[in-house]
């Protein structure tokens, strides 16, 4: 990791929410920051479930870096008004559909801090969508237990915002990957099992059954009472579906991950169908500081882009 940008991570990082797992539920409902705080192109999605929840989005063109205060992106939230660049207007590199990929939250936070993870794939020619589930953000209110893992109903929520991706003019519906961290991975897992529409998976520390995770997070939280999501399909769960998916599947783990430890990737990527790769990475943990997109940055970003470079961009609708 480059010496400057590790001392500004971890002076920022308690900030990314998505890093750092509260175990169970924690939405924020304010965001700290938006995109055009860094001079970022983008336009604010709206969309509506199929049980009436409207969803908060930003949807990101692929765009060069110019314009962008690239220095601060990541580094910096909330951002002064002094380094507020001039927001710009919605614009596109060109009239061309171009691979998209879908980037969740995870279980805490909201899209603020994904936006460090969108800037490395909108910048090398992907349109990206960050959402919010509801509840999160500016998204609609849903009641939430602190302690419940997730709700089946996130899955509705990822629906819509894959049919929103589809409908816009600057995709090419035949190139939609999708991003997920913890929470964010297995739902990821469950849109594209459900879905006949997404064509590579990249998740970050996925688990393999609600079984298997609420005993380890008993173990290192006992004073919590952790709960499963109800009603959550079992046959989207990852240990259930992996035979059945045979899209291209990318598995990051680290090496010391204590909630989602690498056997849980390992049992996953044995059952999978189709192209896969498995990185453990050496001393990364969980999440924090000491997450692999921390430990190895940029290496991170470099293979989770260089997967999506061969299974999207050499596909064409």
Excluded at 83 to 100: C, G, M
Excluded at 116 to 144: C, I, K, M, Q
Excluded at 234 to 248: F, G, H, S, Y
């Amino acid at each position: 990791m480059n010496a400057k940008f590790k001392t500004a991570a971890f002076s920022l990082c308690a900030l990314f929410v998505l890093s750092s797992s509260s175990f169970a539920l924690k939405p924020e409902r304010h965001y700290p920051a938006i995109p055009s705080d860094y001079g970022i192109i983008y336009r604010d999605a709206s969309f509506v479930t199929a049980d009436s929840i409207r969803l908060k989005g930003w949807f990101f063109p692929a765009q060069d870096t110019s314009g962008i205060a690239n220095s601060i992106i990541g580094r910096m939230m909330p951002v002064p008004e002094e380094l507020k660049p001039k927001a710009r207007a919605y614009a596109t590199l060109d009239e061309s559909k171009r691979p998209t990929i879908i980037i969740c939250d995870g279980d805490a936070g909201n899209m603020t801090d994904l936006i460090f993870y969108a800037y490395h794939f909108f910048t090398r020619g992907y349109n990206v969508l960050l959402f919010d589930w509801r509840g999160f953000g500016e998204s609609a209110d849903w009641p939430t237990e602190q302690d419940r893992l997730c709700y089946a109903e996130y899955i509705r929520d990822y629906d819509a915002a894959v049919d929103f991706v589809k409908r816009q003019p600057e995709v090419d519906t035949a190139r939609i990957g999708v991003m997920g961290f913890s929470t964010g991975a297995y739902l990821s897992f469950a849109i594209a099992i459900k879905r006949n529409d997404i064509a590579a998976y990249v998740g970050r520390a996925l688990l393999t059954s609600f079984d298997d995770m609420l005993p380890i997070l008993k173990k290192i939280s006992p004073d919590r009472n952790f709960l499963a999501p109800e009603n959550y399909p079992a046959e989207l769960l990852p240990v259930n579906a992996a035979k059945r998916l045979t899209i291209p599947v990318f598995l990051i783990v680290g090496e010391k991950d204590n909630r989602t430890p690498p056997w849980m990737s390992e049992k996953i990527a044995d059952e999978l169908q189709g192209p896969k790769e498995l990185w453990i990475v050496p001393d990364a943990e969980h999440g924090g500081v000491n997450g692999p997109e921390f430990i190895t940055y940029p290496e991170f970003f470099d293979r989770a882009a260089a997967f999506y470079d061969r299974y999207l961009k050499g596909k064409k609708e």
